[in-house]
């Protein structure tokens, strides 16, 4: 019997274990302290009223015989990917319904997407970078190669003809530093995407917090339909962090290899996957009408403005950052040229408050700091005083 060595070649800890582990340590020794995380990208505010009685409703019918549901579709209820579709079309875009999946989460489909994909392919990911991306890949036994994003290029990494990739991750807005890219950077990217066969695979998990034109889909750009993926979650969108759900839009016509995608994706779904819930789908649905969307928009708008508070002490500051505009991250440079863990150290010892270093997402991130919104407002605003008062 033998493992999958692959797993020998991660970091030992994932990274918000390590933040998990030194701030509950610390939690331990200073029991007296307030303690203000804003590491995590985790919601705070509850899930809007109109889901809530959605997801009542759902459970409710399978408690009644003539409304019990039994195994969902592998690719979702017809009413939830219909619900999607009329979301991308109220942004300009046309995505069909069959082309939609309904998942558990992005994080899932981003990390189990490589089930189709051979273990020959290179794959491109951008650094700094969403850690399920690379580690998903490594278990794979995939070589990846980095496209740098650095202060200098806004970090926000381009195509480079010297450099081949088969598979490339791009999140916009980006998780962790909050850059989006614009059409014509995005058109570059999809340009090299057909050029060398390769498909890219595109997190929009955050496209609800854009505020200006940059696109919220890959698909509003020519051309995407023949070389990406979209995911997307509700986490961010909705609240539905610890209520799960998703989607992925792949359309009909993208091929590789002899072989259609969307084919090989509901394949594999069919075969690992047993779908989400009914009344969670329930749930989703009603996200997208146009009671949810308004209700949704109060929340996104609290996270946006404690992105604010949050920038603007910043600014006060006179240090670097990214994000705060089109996403719920703040992504900085740690002052006083600390190293990012070291940062994390001397914010939690000295302020008490929580962040992420940005070193755990990549080498770029080296001497960078991730802050979020997803707090509570009073916290949000006493953290932004403990770090001013530190910082000044």
């Given at each position: ?5 692959n ?43 109109v ?18 549901k ?10 939830a ?7 991308y ?37 951008t ?30 990494a ?28 995005l ?41 990406a993926?979209?995911?997307?979650s ?45 009344p ?17 928009r ?22 670097y ?60 605003i ?11």
């Open positions: 019997m033998r493992i999958n060595r797993y020998d070649n991660l970091v030992p800890s994932y990274l918000f274990a390590e933040i998990a582990k030194r701030t509950n340590a610390y939690i331990k020794a200073n029991p007296d302290k307030k303690v203000i995380k804003l590491g995590i990208g985790d919601v705070t505010l509850p899930l809007a009223p889901v809530v009685d959605a997801l009542k409703k759902g459970a409710d019918e399978l408690g009644v015989k003539e409304t019990f039994g195994y969902p579709e592998y690719e979702g209820y017809d009413f990917r219909e619900a999607v579709a009329a979301y079309k109220r942004n300009g875009v046309t995505v069909a319904a069959d082309e939609i999946f309904i998942s558990d989460g992005a994080k899932s489909d981003t990390g189990n997407i490589g089930d189709i994909f051979g273990a020959d392919n290179i794959v491109m990911v650094d700094p970078v969403y850690p399920v991306y690379v580690d998903s890949n490594i278990m794979a036994g995939r070589q990846i190669v980095y496209a740098p994003c650095t202060r200098e290029n806004g970090f926000l381009m195509p480079d003809d010297s450099v081949r990739a088969d598979i490339i991750y791009l999140c916009s807005p980006n998780n962790p530093t909050g850059a989006a890219y614009n059409a014509d950077q058109k570059a990217w999809v340009d090299y995407a057909n050029k060398n066969d390769a498909i890219i695979l595109y997190d929009a998990a955050y496209e609800a917090f854009i505020t200006d034109d940059c696109p919220r889909s890959i698909f509003a750009v020519d051309g995407a339909r023949t070389c993926i979209e995911f997307c509700l986490s961010k969108t909705a609240g539905f962090t610890g209520t799960r759900c998703g989607y992925t839009v792949i359309p009909k016509e993208l091929e590789r290899d002899g072989h259609n995608i969307h084919g090989l994706w509901y394949r594999r779904e069919a075969t690992k996957f047993n779908g989400v819930s009914y969670v789908q329930c749930a989703a649905a009603a996200v997208f009408s146009d009671e949810g969307l308004a209700q949704i109060e929340n996104l708008d609290y996270y946006k403005e404690n992105a604010r508070i949050i920038a603007s002490a910043l600014d006060e500051l006179g240090i950052y990214t994000g705060g505009k089109n996403s719920p991250y703040i992504w900085l440079q740690c002052p006083n040229g600390m190293g990012s863990w070291e940062f994390f150290d001397f914010l939690l010892q000295n302020a008490q408050v929580v962040g992420t270093p940005g070193e755990g997402f990549g080498a770029c991130g080296k001497g960078y700091f991730r802050l979020t919104s997803f707090g509570d407002r009073d916290n949000t006493e953290a932004v005083e403990r770090i001013k008062t530190l910082l000044q």
